[in-house]
């Protein structure tokens, strides 16, 4: 009798919470390699979702090699004696350190081109997967690259005209109001936190020093002013069609302009050039314009030369007050450790670090590889967001949105990978484990939570823990190992969780 009423209190509580849409997975011999969307379809939690678990008990997500996506369940506080322990985690959320601003990722033309051949209603569920705070990631911010990036299918800035000095010329490409701003302006639709921010690549070329798009170019200082000009017309573009921008950085990737022979579109800064622009020229004309709110992100680039490139910047206060922080991408921290943040935060502690670009090269989509490299990049995302929250940064954002099946389009041919892959002769879109990285804490962690002290005992478990705005505490942990780990947790003010986790796994735990 007894346990016909179990039974059926488990069923009712089972329709009670609504039933999340599963993932359907897309399989390369048995190996779950990502989850397929359509126009009518996509894996999500369901709409009356509770937000917190009941008292004593934690929500646990789980996405794993084996298979898992998102995959619920709640696990008891209680008392974890005998309990066996591979690692012990202690969470103490009285200890506080950064505030964080969000998550998001690059509305490039490519994004967009791709995106526009899905169906409207497929189109709808791809930005939903990101934005919609309760049925996606929650994603509130977006980087709108300024003009042309190696991710369009041609290259361009919005004066092309030389010496035009005036900028009697400038004007926004097609791709701006085919590709970029009407999806932009759906993310914002779907919530209304989101936070555009932009970069340009290059100025037109005849405002530098090489008269060319990529090689060693500075601006030339004729131009400083003219450059200033330019971003602020770009801004107001898209201020008129509903796009406000919180931040402009300093421009994408100066040091590419110093690498030896390598193509790729960019504009030099030395640390005193940068400094000199923003305090005399950037800064003074962005104050004086309609985006006197606009705050300027600096460095825009890999984090090796840190702190000393951001230096005369912060250092000096007529440059340093236009700016909000520094902002820093992933590609060589294989030489640069993560301390080198820690540097930057300690030496200016009022201003703000935060990881603007990430991607991996070579999409292995529809490859031999895919197989075995799907959950490697997955991996390779969430150990990164997990390192950059313990190491000051207020956000993480992500490249291209998603691209096509071949990693593209660019006209530059450098494809990449992406969260999401589209295939729009199916009218389909694919979302890879890197997808589920970034889900796991950015669903979960939004504008205004605090990172909290987690320390552990094991080099196998990886750990970060925040407090929500609203009082939950958010844990995500990474199994690295292939064997499971038992895990105990100690919350200093709610108690101990003991479980285990699956080999290689994603796992997010939530109470309040
Ligand atoms: C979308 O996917 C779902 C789940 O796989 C499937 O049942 C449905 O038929 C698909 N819809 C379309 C329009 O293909
Ligand atoms: C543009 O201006 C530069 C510097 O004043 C000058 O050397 C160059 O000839 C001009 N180019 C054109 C096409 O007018
Ligand atoms: C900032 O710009 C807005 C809109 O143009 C204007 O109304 C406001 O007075 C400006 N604020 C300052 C401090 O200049
Ligand atoms: C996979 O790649 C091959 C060769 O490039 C192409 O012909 C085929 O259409 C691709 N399939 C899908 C599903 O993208």
């Known amino acids: ?19 999340a849409n599963e993932c359907e997975p ?23 979702e509770p937000k917190v678990p009941k008292e004593g008990s934690s929500f646990w997500y789980v996405t794993n090699k084996n298979g898992l996506r998102m995959h619920k369940s709640e696990v008891n506080f209680g008392s974890c004696d005998g309990s066996p322990a591979d690692a012990t985690i202690t969470v103490d959320s009285s200890k506080q350190y950064q505030t964080i601003l969000g998550f998001g990722g690059g509305f490039t033309d490519s994004f967009g081109i791709d995106l526009s051949k899905l169906s409207p209603a497929a189109q709808e569920q ?3 997967a990101y934005y919609d705070p309760k049925k996606g990631s929650g994603y509130t911010l977006g980087r709108i690259p300024c003009a042309s990036t190696d991710f369009s299918t041609r290259f361009y800035t919005y004066d092309d005209v030389v010496n035009d000095t005036s900028l009697k010329h400038f004007a926004l490409a097609e791709d701006d109001y085919k590709y970029k701003m009407p999806y932009a302006r759906k993310a914002l639709e779907l919530n209304k936190e989101t936070l555009f921010f932009s970069a340009a690549w290059t100025p037109p070329a005849w405002m ?10 500075y601006l030339k200082k004729e131009h400083y002013q003219t450059y200033a ?47 000199d622009w923003i305090a005399n020229y950037l800064g003074p004309t962005l104050s004086s314009s309609a985006h006197n709110k606009t705050m300027v992100l600096a460095f825009d680039d890999n984090r090796h030369v840190l702190p000393w490139f951001v230096e005369p910047t912060l250092e000096n206060r007529a440059s340093s007050k236009y700016v909000v922080g520094t902002a820093v991408h992933w590609y060589q921290d294989f030489l640069a450790p993560a301390y080198l943040l820690d540097r930057t935060h300690n030496e200016f502690p009022d201003k703000i670090i935060i990881m603007t670009e990430a991607s991996i090269i070579d999409p292995v989509w ?13 991996e390779k995302y969430i150990l990164s967001i997990i390192e950059y929250m313990n190491h000051w940064a207020v956000g993480w954002v992500d490249w291209n949105l998603a691209l096509d099946v071949s990693g593209g389009p660019t006209w530059q041919k450098d494809y990449l990978d992406s969260a999401i892959v589209i295939n729009a002769d199916e009218d389909v879109f694919y979302k890879q484990p890197m997808y589920y990285a970034i889900h ?7 504008r205004g939570s605090a990172r909290i002290s987690v320390t552990g005992d094991t080099s196998a478990v990886e750990s970060t823990a925040f407090l929500t705005p609203s009082g939950e505490v958010v844990v995500v942990l990474y199994n690295k190992d292939t064997v499971p780990k038992h895990v105990i947790l100690n919350d200093l003010q709610n108690g101990p969780l003991c479980f285990e986790l699956s080999p290689l796994s994603m796992n997010t735990l939530k109470y309040k």
Do not use: Q
């Open 366 to 378: 529809n490859t031999s590889k895919v197989k075995d490299e799907s959950w490697s990049r997955g």
């Open 208 to 217: 530098k020093t090489n008269n060319k798009i990529s090689g060693k170019g």
């Open 26 to 48: 897309y399989r390369v011999d048995d190996v779950v390699i990502a989850c397929v969307c359509n126009s009518t379809y996509c894996d999500g939690p369901s709409d009356d």
């Open 126 to 128: 791809l930005i939903r």
């Open 440 to 446: 796991h804490i950015s669903r979960f962690v939004g």
């Open 229 to 275: 000009n330019y971003l602020v017309k770009f801004m107001d573009e898209y201020k008129k069609h509903g796009i406000d921008m919180w931040a402009i950085s300093t421009g994408n990737e100066p040091l590419n302009a110093f690498a030896f022979n390598l193509p790729l579109i960019s504009m030099g800064w030395t640390p005193k050039m940068m400094a």
């Open 1 to 19: 009798m007894g346990h016909m009423w179990k039974t059926i209190f488990a069923i009712a509580f089972f329709f009670g919470k609504g039933i």
